[in-house]
């Protein structure tokens, strides 16, 4: 029997970053972990990806401050196509001004900048959690 990664069970992730460096950083990381990405370097390329992957999209991970832009209102847009779909934020703010500012609801998933590889996945095994209960 294979040993590869039954590519069917794995939760994909959209990672949405203007910082190339960062995407890719967290691209890799997260295929390392059993999850399959997509990327996109802004907004529009976001909502591109929603509009056009063939498959299931379980979590999008953005940054707040995209250019043009923020993470929020892009997350808005991304789950109304897409209304099953998870959202986990990341942002050099602390989520209190985040909130304070009016860029994301109180109830948002922020994970703060600089993060560790096991706390971006700690943030989306939580919600993967939270979406399979009912």
């Given at each position: 029997m294979s040993q590869a990664p039954d590519t069917e069970?794995?939760?994909?992730?959209?990672v949405v970053d203007d910082e190339e460096d960062?995407?890719?950083?967290?691209?890799?990381?997260?295929?390392?972990?059993?999850?399959?990405?997509?990327v996109a370097g802004d907004s529009q390329q976001a909502v591109t990806v929603c509009r056009d992957h063939?498959?299931?999209?379980?979590?999008?991970v953005?940054?707040?401050?995209?250019?043009?832009?923020?993470?929020?209102?892009?997350?808005l847009e991304a789950t109304e196509?897409?209304?099953?779909?998870?959202?986990?934020?990341?942002?050099?703010?602390p989520k209190e001004m985040a909130v304070a500012d009016g860029l994301i609801e109180p109830d948002a998933?922020?994970?703060?900048?600089?993060?560790?590889?096991?706390?971006?996945?700690e943030a989306l095994r939580?919600?993967?959690?939270?979406r399979a209960t009912p």
């Open positions: 069970n794995r939760p994909t992730v959209l960062l995407r890719d950083i967290m691209r890799r990381m997260l295929e390392r972990r059993g999850f399959s990405t997509l063939p498959g299931e999209i379980d979590i999008l953005t940054d707040l401050g995209l250019p043009g832009v923020s993470g929020g209102e892009l997350s196509l897409r209304p099953s779909m998870r959202v986990v934020y990341i942002s050099g703010l998933l922020l994970v703060k900048k600089p993060f560790s590889t096991e706390l971006l996945i939580s919600v993967l959690a939270e």
